[in-house]
T-cell receptor, first 118, second 116 residues
């Protein structure tokens, strides 16, 4: 069964460093998402990506963050200058095209990347 | 904007018994849906079940069922015959109807512990 993959599973970095989190969505999916989950808290939406551009972004997704789909298979989240509060689990998700305007658009989540900023 | 509320931070259930996890929502959309995801201690998010607001019958997937009550704006997850492996965090989520993508708004989650 196709699945979303994420690398690395764990990333430890120093405050102020740049990190790139990588995701390979399911191949025929068109919508891509990044979410984050600070330890013990709920999952929060960061950004959605469709047709090679950002579709929606939350207020969390400030100028320190950027996303890219560089080669048609990878989907990356870059944090330019990490802060301590960026420590969290980062989930990538993808979903297939909507059909008939239905609200059902199951999102398939990757296993997550645990980012620790020291 | 949608809002999802899960009022039970933690629940305990005896193995083989049924348990209901509460989820209430607030939305102005006439058409919407609700997802439930399971997050075990390993951290991954596992899709469990979905129901759309226009679905006539409550959704079921194996031991999972949705008790969907639109008038009360609730979409409670019922797990029948609980197993030890059901111990996990459970999140209710609703797709945001804006733009072409449908990002999810999550509740705060319920930590379920199944006791032997």
């Amino acid at each position: 069964e196709p699945e979303v993959t994420q690398t690395p599973s764990h990333q430890v970095t120093q405050m102020g460093q740049e990190v790139i989190l990588r995701c390979v969505p399911i191949s025929n999916h068109l919508y891509f998402y990044w979410y984050r989950q600070i330890l013990g808290q709920k999952v929060e939406f960061l950004v959605s990506f469709y047709n090679n551009e950002i579709s929606e972004k939350s207020e969390i997704f400030d100028d320190q963050f950027s996303v890219e789909r560089p080669d048609g298979s990878n989907f990356t989240l870059k944090i330019r200058s990490t802060k301590l509060e960026d420590s969290a689990m980062y989930f990538c998700a993808s979903s297939p095209p909507s059909s008939g305007g239905a609200t059902y658009n199951e999102q398939f989540f990757g296993p997550g990347t645990r980012l620790t900023v020291l | 904007a949608q809002k999802i509320t899960q009022t039970q931070p933690g629940m305990f259930v005896q193995e083989k018994e049924a348990v209901t996890l509460d989820c209430t929502y607030d939305t102005s959309d006439p058409s919407y849906g609700l997802f439930w995801y399971k997050q075990p201690s390993s951290g991954e998010m596992i899709f469990l079940i979905y129901q759309g607001s226009y679905d006539q019958q409550n959704a079921t997937e194996g031991r999972y069922s949705l008790n969907f009550q639109k008038a009360r704006k609730s979409a409670n997850l019922v797990i029948s015959a609980s197993q030890l492996g059901d111990s996990a965090m459970y999140f209710c989520a609703m797709p945001q109807r804006s733009g072409s993508a449908r990002q999810l708004t999550f509740g705060s989650g319920t930590q379920l512990t199944v006791l032997p």
